[in-house]
């Protein structure tokens, strides 16, 4: 490119079988399904897919009037959107209210660094809501934003918050929920304890539930009443069941497909969904689609959830500004290593540099590729800002640059990995080596192309956890009488745990619970917590349940072949399969469990009479 004269073995794996990745809270599900229908069906039935998609967009007063305040996506940026999943219920407790906003989340796509990210608020979380209907600003619970102002108040309210620019709104009503599970024969999840409600002590009127704890299959009332169960804890289990329902949803139409099912699911789902569009302009079906392709080819670290860390409360919940702020940078910045950072770190190993020297060591001359005046000053100086040393140099060969270009010699040993990270700051900028015959008299060469609008994005916080010994303490014969009792119920070889969690024992309501999942052959032992959490050790008789879709690192550990299943830097799941069974060990709601503790219980899972 001529320029102007210048004044143990471990193996990283993607998903195994299931294409979808986007996450969110109760019934983004449904949005997913109508973008991957949308991929799915594209050759054979456009004209279904393009009546569908216009049932979806904005119609309402409301989702119209909110789409005035979404900003416009921009193309090849990353666009922003907030999910709104609302009901009117006619029993219990929550009887004869409004319109209620149960879900409130935003999920980020980055098509060009190929991640998606999600930021969830508890409903109970107190904010301020912005001005709406004739009515001033008030403080209250961030879900009231949505009874008292509607869409456009919780997006002014989630806006005021986080000071994220939002492209679009998508409201989703519960009352598809269960017919579309039902639809979709149910859903595979791992139920952490026993929930029991049936109303017959009096009192206050909840939702009548009775769920067991272990992996099972549950029908579209069960499963509502599971994410929407509340009244023994806070909101903030309710989010994290509500995830993890979104997890297996996802694996659960992964594997759907029925071509002859679809369109009848879709068209539930588009009579309870609704898609508002910055810019007010219509939502298209090429929109969707690309949506859909980024979606199917995610690679499982490439999804990336986020929650507010340091909330108090019960009832009513706080979180200081400074976690909030955390959060935003958190999930505009997704870490896509994480996962591997993190399993790394609780094997004790040294970590990788895989992203070239640091700043200081790296020198940079700029280019103005896009002809904007000052468009390479103001780059050079919020490269210096951050550490880089940075010389502006002038104009580039044309002013015809879309997308910015980092250079790189590629013989120097650092070059290619500073180039890499340098083009994540840009965004959307590629990493180049240089024309052979050219020679750079700095480690890289930025040219600033049309895409670059006088921002660098965040550099993704490291949040990987020290390495620490595991919290466990040995005990097989507590499990003992549990595993061998079960053992003549089941067609499988059990495992007996040798070790478990220092602060913990088995629950006193169902501590070991033999059973079938879908004809196969089940075993769950259920632990309790001192901080009156659970967590559980899952033994199956089923060689590839949909929840072992898709492990974020795979780890050989003495002969054992292990799949982590990461949240974020988070260990969630562990497990193993083994002549034709398969076994885990699952980490609280709230991930309480260090990563280390939970690789120490499943390596102590031992086959029964083996200790």
Not at 388 to 416: C, H, L, T, W
Not at 480 to 507: C, G, H, I, W
Request: with cysteine; net charge positive; aromatic share 8%.
């Amino acid at each position: 490119m001529p320029i102007t004269s210048r004044t143990p073995v471990t193996r990283y794996r993607a998903q195994r079988r299931g294409p979808l990745r986007l996450i969110g809270k109760i019934l983004l599900w449904a949005f997913i399904v109508l973008l991957v229908a949308a991929g799915a069906l594209a050759g054979g039935a456009w004209l279904f897919i393009n009546q569908s998609v216009s049932a979806v967009r904005a119609h309402s007063r409301e989702v119209k009037e909110a789409q005035d305040e979404l900003a416009v996506a921009k193309p090849h940026e990353p666009t922003v959107a907030l999910v709104l999943g609302y009901d009117r219920r006619t029993h219990g407790v929550d009887a004869g209210g409004g319109s209620r906003s149960d879900t409130l989340m935003l999920i980020r796509a980055d098509p060009d660094k190929k991640v998606i990210s999600m930021l969830s608020f508890p409903r109970d979380l107190v904010v301020d809501i912005a001005a709406c209907r004739g009515t001033g600003a008030f403080r209250g619970r961030i879900n009231e934003a949505y009874t008292y102002c509607g869409p456009k108040g919780a997006l002014k309210t989630v806006k005021d918050l986080t000071h994220v620019p939002i492209n679009y709104i998508v409201t989703v009503n519960f009352q598809g929920f269960t017919k579309i599970v039902d639809k979709l024969g149910g859903v595979y999840m791992d139920v952490d304890h026993r929930y029991l409600n049936d109303n017959s002590s009096g009192g206050p009127t909840y939702a009548t539930i009775d769920v067991r704890p272990g992996y099972q299959r549950l029908n579209g009332r069960n499963a509502l009443d599971f994410v929407r169960f509340r009244h023994t804890d806070s909101d903030l289990y309710r989010v994290a069941r509500q995830q993890q329902f979104v997890k297996a949803m996802k694996q659960q139409v992964s594997g759907f497909w029925s071509l002859s099912k679809i369109p009848g699911i879709v068209n539930t789902i588009t009579d309870n969904v609704e898609v508002g569009v910055g810019g007010g302009k219509t939502l298209d079906v090429g929109t969707l689609y690309s949506y859909a392709k980024l979606v199917y080819g995610l690679p499982s670290g490439n999804f990336q959830q986020v929650q507010i860390q340091g909330i108090t409360g019960y009832n009513e919940l706080a979180a200081p500004e400074s976690s909030v702020n955390d959060a935003v940078d958190a999930f505009l910045s997704p870490d896509v290593k994480a996962p591997e950072k993190a399993a790394t770190a609780a094997l004790g190993r040294k970590p990788k540099r895989d992203t070239g020297p640091p700043p200081s060591e790296v020198t940079i001359e700029v280019f103005n590729g896009n002809g904007i005046a000052g468009a390479a000053d103001d780059a050079a100086y919020r490269l210096s800002q951050r550490g880089y040393r940075v010389v502006n140099s002038g104009n580039a060969d044309n002013f015809k640059y879309f997308e910015s270009k980092i250079f790189y010699d590629p013989a120097s040993p650092d070059g290619q990995a500073a180039a890499k990270h340098l083009a994540d700051l840009f965004g959307d900028a590629q990493a180049l080596p240089v024309a052979t015959g050219v020679t750079l008299t700095t480690m890289l060469r930025v040219v600033v192309g049309q895409t670059f609008h006088g921002t660098l994005s965040p550099v993704p916080r490291d949040e990987t956890p020290q390495h620490s010994p595991p919290a466990i303490t040995k005990d097989s014969t507590s499990a003992e009488p549990y595993v061998r009792a079960a053992r003549r119920k089941v067609d499988f070889d059990l495992m007996l745990p040798t070790v478990r969690e220092q602060n913990s024992s088995l629950d006193t309501v169902l501590p070991g619970r033999a059973y079938k999942v879908s004809g196969h052959s089940a075993f769950r032992l259920t632990y309790r917590t001192a901080g009156n959490e659970y967590w559980g050790i899952q033994e199956l008789g089923w060689a590839d349940p949909p929840i072992l879709d898709g492990a974020s690192v795979t780890q050989t550990i003495k002969g054992r072949q292990y799949f982590l299943y990461f949240s974020g830097s988070k260990l969630h799941l562990v497990a193993f399969q083994q002549n034709g069974a398969s076994y885990w060990v699952v980490n609280t709601l709230l991930d309480r469990l260090s990563n280390e503790t939970m690789l120490a219980i499943a390596k102590g899972l031992r086959p029964l009479g083996s200790k």
